[in-house]
T-cell receptor, first 113, second 114 residues
Framework: QQQVKQSPQSLIVQKGGIPIINCAYE??????FPWYQQFPGKGPALLIA?????SEKKEGRFTISFNKSAKQFSLHIMDSQPGDSATYFC????????????FGSGTQLTVLP | ETGVTQTPRHLVMGMTNKKSLKCEQH?????MYWYKQSAKKPLELMFV???????ENNSVPSRFSPECPNSSHLFLHLHTLQPEDSALYLC?????????????FGPGTRLTVT
């Protein structure tokens, strides 16, 4: 029940395309859903996050869509660039004194020039 | 960088060695974390120190031992490791204040157990 399932495992798009990465969860008590971006040799970095009281959040070219009834959320990258090539992780957590993130398995995105 | 530093960046150790990983955060946060990142697997939370309280993942073997002497420093002591412990070990910190818990990660220590 604590798992977060992420798909696809890898994704290749042309520059300017709109890659979409999907995540699904089981635990309805999750109340915080961040996305992290990781470049080779670096730790994950917070990209964008959403709470379940909204259905969409945009920050620059990155958008999270959230479907509470389906227990799914997704990341869309508009006008993707080669510099967006990285591994993307979704995550979810519960309220508590120290939020313990449950991560998806990651999606390796390649944006071709 | 993110304000979270880790040393060493790379470590090769034999199964009988004892070594320690170090993490330091310069962000004034009050919570620190150790994660294990293996290829094609989700990041696995190993330990959390929040407001000086320790929370641990019960599946982590006892050959991993954390230490948090203060809110800025975190160590992971390693002894008699196995080859399957080879992975990237990530440290993170956050300000635990009951709101959104944005975790900031260090670059990781790439550990190889021979």
């Amino acid at each position: 029940q604590q798992q977060v399932k992420q798909s696809p495992q890898s994704l290749i798009v042309q520059k300017g395309g709109i890659p979409i990465i999907n995540c699904a969860y089981e635990n309805t008590a999750f109340d915080y859903f961040p996305w992290y971006q990781q470049f080779p040799g670096k730790g994950p970095a917070l990209l964008i996050a959403i709470r379940p009281d909204v259905s969409e959040k945009k920050e620059g070219r990155f958008t999270i869509s959230f479907n509470k009834s389906a227990k799914q959320f997704s990341l869309h990258i508009m006008d993707s660039q080669p510099g967006d090539s990285a591994t993307y992780f979704c995550a979810a957590s519960l309220s508590g004194s120290a939020r313990q993130l449950t991560f998806g398995s990651g999606t390796q995105l390649t944006v071709l020039p | 960088e993110t304000g979270v530093t880790q040393t060493p960046r790379h470590l090769v150790m034999g199964m009988t060695n004892k070594k320690s990983l170090k993490c330091e955060q310069h962000l004034g946060h009050n919570a620190m974390y150790w994660y294990k990142q293996s290829a094609k697997k989700p990041l696995e939370l190993m330990f959390v120190y929040s407001l000086e309280e320790r929370v641990e993942n019960n599946s982590v073997p006892s050959r991993f031992s954390p230490e948090c002497p203060n809110s800025s420093h975190l160590f992971l002591h390693l002894h008699t490791l196995q080859p399957e412990d080879s992975a990237l070990y990530l440290c993170a910190s956050s300000q635990d204040q009951g709101g959104w818990n944005e975790q900031y990660f260090g670059p990781g220590t790439r550990l190889t157990v021979t």
